[in-house]
C-alpha cells in the first residue's frame, strides 16, 4: 500500500500564505490520483475543501485553493485568519480508484 | 435536510463482531459513492471502504477479509459488519457520502478492549 506524506506541522501568521503538500511514496502526484484535502477540528467530523485536485465546495472558503505543484498536490492558504488553525489531511486514489490512502495530516498554527 | 447519522458503535471484546449503521436523509445512498473512514485516539483519518453504485466494494488492506460493507436501499442505510475486532480498530468511525466527500457524519465511537 502507498505512503502518503504531508509536513507534520506548519505555522503561519494571521494574514499570511501557507502551502501545504502531499506526496506519495509511488512516485508523482498527478490529477489521476483525485487528490482531496480535508479540515478536521477537535471534535467535529471531517470537513472537505478540495476534491479532484482543485474543486471546492459552496462552503470552502476562497482563501484555500488546492492545485498540483513540484510532483505533489499542494493546498495553499492565502490570508490566513485564526479559525483556520486545525488538522489538514489529504486522500489520494490509487489503483483506478479501488484504493485510497490518506497523509499523516498537518497541523496548522496561525499564529 | 441532507445529512448522515451513525449508529452501533460501542464496547466490544476482541475477536467480537459489530455491524456500524448510517443512516441517510434528503438524498439516496445507492446513487452516492458511499464511504467509511475512521479516526483512532491520537491518530490521523484512515480510509477504511467504499462502495459505488454499481455496488462495487473495496477495502483498506487492515480490514480486508474482516469488514464488509453493504447497503439497504430500501432503508436508505449503509453498513459497516465488523468481524474479528482487534484493539487497533478502536477508534470513531464516520460514513461520508459524494464523489466529493461532501457529506459527514458526525461519528460513532467503536472501542474493543477486554
Known amino acids: 500500500q502507498a505512503v502518503v506524506a504531508q509536513e507534520p506541522s506548519l505555522t503561519v501568521s494571521p494574514g499570511g500564505t501557507v502551502t501545504l503538500t502531499c506526496g506519495s511514496s509511488t512516485g508523482a502526484v498527478t490529477s489521476g490520483h483525485y487528490p482531496y484535502w480535508f479540515q478536521l477540528k477537535p471534535g467535529q467530523a471531517p470537513r472537505t475543501l478540495i476534491y479532484d485536485t482543485s474543486k471546492k465546495h459552496s462552503w470552502t472558503p476562497a482563501r484555500f485553493s488546492g492545485s498540483l505543484l513540484g510532483g505533489k498536490a499542494a493546498l495553499t492558504l492565502s490570508g490566513a485568519r485564526p479559525e483556520d488553525e486545525a488538522d489538514y489531511y489529504c486522500l489520494l486514489s490509487y489503483s483506478g480508484a479501488r484504493s485510497w490512502v490518506f497523509g499523516g495530516g498537518t497541523k496548522l498554527t496561525v499564529l | 435536510e441532507v445529512q448522515l447519522v451513525e449508529s452501533g458503535g460501542g464496547l466490544i471484546q476482541p475477536g467480537g463482531s459489530l455491524r456500524l449503521s448510517c443512516a441517510a436523509s434528503?438524498?439516496?445512498?445507492?446513487?452516492?459513492?458511499m464511504s467509511w473512514v475512521r479516526q483512532a485516539p491520537g491518530k490521523g483519518l484512515e480510509w477504511v471502504s467504499l462502495?459505488?453504485?454499481?455496488?462495487?466494494?473495496y477495502y483498506a488492506d487492515s480490514v480486508k477479509g474482516r469488514f464488509t460493507i453493504s447497503r439497504d436501499n430500501s432503508k436508505n442505510t449503509l453498513y459497516l459488519q465488523m468481524n474479528s475486532l482487534r484493539a487497533e480498530d478502536t477508534a470513531v468511525y464516520y460514513c461520508?457520502?459524494?464523489?466529493?466527500?461532501?457529506?459527514w457524519g458526525q461519528g460513532t465511537v467503536v472501542t474493543v478492549s477486554s
Open positions: 434528503g438524498f439516496t445512498v445507492i446513487s452516492n459513492y
Open positions: 462502495i459505488y453504485s454499481d455496488s462495487s466494494t
Open positions: 461520508a457520502s459524494g464523489a466529493a466527500f461532501d457529506i
